[in-house]
C-alpha cells in the first residue's frame, strides 16, 4: 500500500469523526479517518441507533397490544417475529452507515480506513509528518 499524506487525521468514525472528516475536506484538508471497526463507529453500528430501532418496533407492538381497541382497531393474534426486527434494525444501520459513506465519498479528500483491533490510549495522538511550524504556516490548528 503506498503512503499516503494527509492534513488531518481523525481517530474515530462515528458521528463526530466523520462530520469533522467531511468539513475539513470541504475546507481543503486531505483527511484520514482511522475507526477500529466500521464507518460510523460505535454509535451507528452497535450502540444508538440499532437499540433506537429495536425500541421502535417494541413500541409499536407494544401499543398493538395495549391501545389499538381504544381506537376500534382489532388485531386477531398478534405474535412477535424477532428475526425480522432484527433485519429490520440491520436495514436501518445500513441504509445510515451508505448514507455517511456516501458523504464522505463526495467529500473527495476524506479517505476512511478500519484498522481492527485498533487500541485507543490517551491521548489520542496521530502524526501527519509537519513539525508544529509547518502545521501552522499551512493554517492547520495545534
Request: with cysteine; proline share 4%.
Amino acid at each position: 500500500m503506498q503512503p499516503r499524506a494527509f492534513d488531518l487525521i481523525v481517530i474515530g468514525a462515528g458521528p463526530g469523526g466523520c462530520i469533522a472528516g467531511i468539513h475539513a475536506a470541504q475546507l481543503g484538508m486531505r483527511v484520514g479517518c482511522i475507526e477500529k471497526d466500521a464507518l460510523g463507529g460505535t454509535y451507528l453500528n452497535v450502540g444508538c441507533i440499532p437499540s433506537k430501532a429495536l425500541l421502535d418496533s417494541s413500541e409499536l407492538f407494544y401499543h398493538a397490544r395495549t391501545a389499538f381497541a381504544r381506537h376500534g382497531l382489532h388485531i386477531g393474534q398478534l405474535e412477535l417475529d424477532v428475526g425480522a426486527m432484527m433485519a429490520r434494525k440491520d436495514r436501518v444501520v445500513q441504509t445510515l452507515t451508505k448514507s455517511i459513506a456516501g458523504m464522505a465519498g463526495r467529500a473527495a479528500s476524506v479517505y476512511y480506513q478500519a484498522i481492527p483491533n485498533v487500541v485507543y490510549t490517551f491521548p489520542e495522538l496521530a502524526s501527519v509528518g509537519l513539525t508544529e511550524a509547518e502545521a501552522q504556516a499551512r493554517g492547520l490548528t495545534i
